[in-house]
């Protein structure tokens, strides 16, 4: 079964700097799609943004970019210019190629944004 | 337009009661996908429908059942409540053409089991 992983419960960091927040995954497949959600205190999940496997070029939205690496099944989210905004829990998520839209998350990293 | 809507937004049970919870997808979505979000457990696939059918299941008892109706609507019942079915439930839609559509999500139903 597939695995996603987020090692670090809690990160923080100042308005304004860049902070990466890390997430491996386990699978056997070799076409999936990997997600950062985020949830914040409103609890409903918002996408963040989204990597096909089958691409090497890594995904990006305005502030927000990741670092995908297939070979050691990485796929870490970078916030750069970090906003008040920002502050929520970060999901990682990982969902097989195919008709399901079962996605598997990791355990999910706080994020804390200092003014 | 309109959102995924979960009703209701809070929900409190006794042991051994069952619950219905229901979740109404956007618009011209087809599929709806239930997940479980414990602190324990973190976010867990309950299961998913798309146009009327179980699509995909994940590892919860039978208790836990859903159906969809013809305007995509779904809900979810748990029976026979127990303490640990304390959570925060989340419904997700998309169009569910392929696996890596975008999905919506609702502000989700807590439901506290006493």
């Known amino acids: 079964a597939q695995t996603v992983t987020q090692s670090q419960p809690e990160m923080s960091v100042q308005e304004a700097e860049t902070v990466t927040l890390s997430c491996t995954y386990d699978t056997s497949e070799s076409d999936y799609y990997l997600f950062w959600y985020k949830q914040p205190p409103s609890r409903q999940m918002i996408l963040v943004i989204r990597q096909e496997a089958y691409k090497q070029q890594n995904a990006t939205e305005n502030r927000f970019s990741v670092n995908f690496q297939k070979a050691a099944k990485s796929f870490s989210l970078k916030i750069s210019d970090s906003q008040l905004g920002d502050a929520a829990m970060y999901f990682c998520a990982y969902r097989e190629e195919g008709g399901s839209e079962k996605l598997v998350f990791g355990k999910g990293t706080k994020l804390t944004v200092n003014p | 337009k309109a959102g995924v809507t979960q009703t209701p937004r809070y929900l409190i049970k006794t042991r051994g009661q069952q619950v219905t919870l229901s979740c109404s997808p956007i618009s011209g979505h087809r599929s709806v996908s239930w997940y479980q979000q414990t602190p324990g457990q973190g976010l867990q696939f309950l299961f998913e429908?798309?146009?009327?059918?179980?699509?995909n299941k994940g590892n919860f008892p039978g208790r836990f059942s859903g159906r969809q109706f013809s305007n995509s609507r779904s809900e979810m019942n748990v029976s026979t409540l127990e303490l640990g079915d304390s959570a925060l439930y989340l419904c997700a839609s998309s169009f569910g053409h392929t696996g890596g559509e975008k999905l919506f999500f609702g502000s989700g139903t807590q439901l506290s089991v006493l």
């Open positions: 429908y798309f146009s009327e059918t179980q699509r």
